[in-house]
């Protein structure tokens, strides 16, 4: 990779790993569930856990607030991981695609239902509007972060930071898009549209 020594293949999940990964996302999964059967409001953290078999406090390592079960997933530092695995010589914002793209399949066959209602609930809750804000600017911070490294550079310049917003915005629409038309469309298609449009439109 231009010259920089490359890291070395990540380990595989180990079995804690897996188990704490299964468990985060039953926890995730029986929220929802619980959400979309009595509403957001009136659903608890301690109904919450005691459907997913744990106690609150276990809820609560894995997610700080009841805000945190709707918009918090894993893929934001898997995104992140695989910008900086994309080749040198690719241009940002195909980095940043192919890399997105190289992970659609894992994050659709393993959470599609409950990503779709993840976003619907983060549209429909008014408490969870404004976080909205907060965890796209996180992971456009990622993002142009993990392409300052693909780099070589310790810090994301401003252009890093342009690519990187410019992706999230555009994959917002396409996944958007993708929750509310329920199983009729496909989510790769949709967000390999959606760059389309933006490299084109340049």
Not at 29 to 50: K, N, W
């Amino acid at each position: 990779m231009g010259g920089m020594k490359a890291d070395p293949p990540a380990a595989a999940p180990g079995l804690r790993e897996r188990k704490k990964l299964r468990t985060r996302r039953s926890i995730q999964h029986h929220a929802l569930r619980l959400f979309a059967a009595h509403g957001y409001e009136q659903t608890t953290v301690e109904q919450i856990a005691a459907a997913a078999e744990v106690s609150p406090s276990t809820f609560f390592r894995y997610y700080p607030t009841k805000e945190d079960v709707v918009l918090s997933d894993e893929y934001d530092p898997m995104l992140a991981a695989a910008v900086r695995d994309r080749p040198a010589d690719e241009k940002p914002l195909l980095a940043v695609h192919n890399a997105m793209m190289s992970l659609m399949p894992q994050m659709v066959a393993e959470t599609a239902q409950d990503t779709r209602e993840r976003m619907r609930l983060a549209l429909s809750v008014p408490a969870l509007r404004g976080r909205i804000i907060q965890g796209t600017a996180e992971t456009t911070r990622l993002i142009a972060g993990a392409l300052a490294e693909r780099a070589g550079r310790r810090t994301p310049e401003y252009e890093d930071e342009a690519v990187a917003a410019a992706y999230v915005g555009v994959a917002a629409v396409a996944m958007l898009r993708w929750a509310e038309a329920d199983h009729e469309l496909d989510p790769g298609e949709l967000l390999e549209r959606a760059v389309t449009a933006l490299r084109t439109g340049l």
